[in-house]
């Protein structure tokens, strides 16, 4: 069994502000895991992956998480905030055994001028 | 380039009516997705397939049917829609069963 849970469902900061969203995750098995990006009226896009690699990951537009297995967690972070990255996150477990995906219920980030 | 398309974009629809929602990929991945999107819920899995002739359900299957006769397409049919189905549906696709899914664009369906 896999599950996740986003801790927050709205982030606001202001443009150039370091950005945290937070993820906890469990599964009985060694999982993967994915961070997507929606922007309004679009599909999902793969922000980064972490497959058992290096604990830290780096994606794409400046965003990185880092994979603690000890807190079962996989926060992303950026450094500084762009007007452009305000959009919908999910997180999402993934292992082969499961068979499929389970994504969290997403975070809502908004960038103040 | 290889890509993931829906048809139709955007789909208004009776209650009562069957409806079926077009996905195709050309990435020749042998593992398919349905999920509706929904605010407050998140995605959520509908059906999922490995391969040809390969069909499951997922948290959200009732109401809804799928067939895989290829690799390229797995085809959404509501049997007859519900104003409850009212959504955005996205198809994905994924070499394998636990790596990335490619999703596509979506499809806005109204059921009135």
């Known amino acids: 069994a896999q599950s996740v849970t986003q801790l927050d469902s709205h982030v606001s900061v202001s443009e150039g502000t370091p950005v945290l969203l937070r993820c906890n995750y469990s599964?009985?098995?060694?999982?993967?895991l994915f961070w997507y990006v929606q922007h309004p009226n679009k599909g999902l896009q793969l922000l980064l992956k972490?497959?058992?690699?290096?604990?830290l990951v780096k994606g794409i537009n400046g965003f990185e998480a880092e994979f603690k297995k000890s807190e079962t967690s996989f926060h992303l972070t950026k450094p500084s905030a762009h007007m452009s990255d305000a959009a919908e996150y999910f997180c999402v477990v993934s292992a082969f055994n499961a068979g499929k995906s389970t994504f969290g219920d997403g975070t809502t980030l908004t960038v103040k001028p | 380039d290889a890509e993931i398309t829906q048809s139709p974009r955007h789909k208004i629809t009776e209650t009562g009516r069957q409806v079926t929602l077009a996905c195709h990929q050309t990435?020749?991945?042998?593992?398919m997705f349905w999920y509706r999107q929904d605010l407050g819920h998140g995605l959520r899995l509908i059906h999922y397939s490995y391969g040809v002739q390969d069909t499951n359900k997922g948290e959200v299957s009732d109401g809804y049917s799928v067939s895989r006769s290829n690799t390229e397409d797995l085809p959404l049919t509501l049997e007859s829609a519900a104003s409850s189905q009212t959504s955005v549906y996205f198809c994905?696709?994924?070499?394998?069963?636990?790596?990335?899914?490619?999703f596509g664009p979506g499809t806005r369906l109204t059921v009135l």
């Open positions: 994905a696709s994924s070499v394998n069963r636990d790596s990335f899914q490619f």
């Open positions: 990435w020749n991945h042998n593992n």
């Open positions: 972490y497959t058992s690699a290096a604990t």
């Open positions: 599964s009985s098995y060694s999982p993967s």
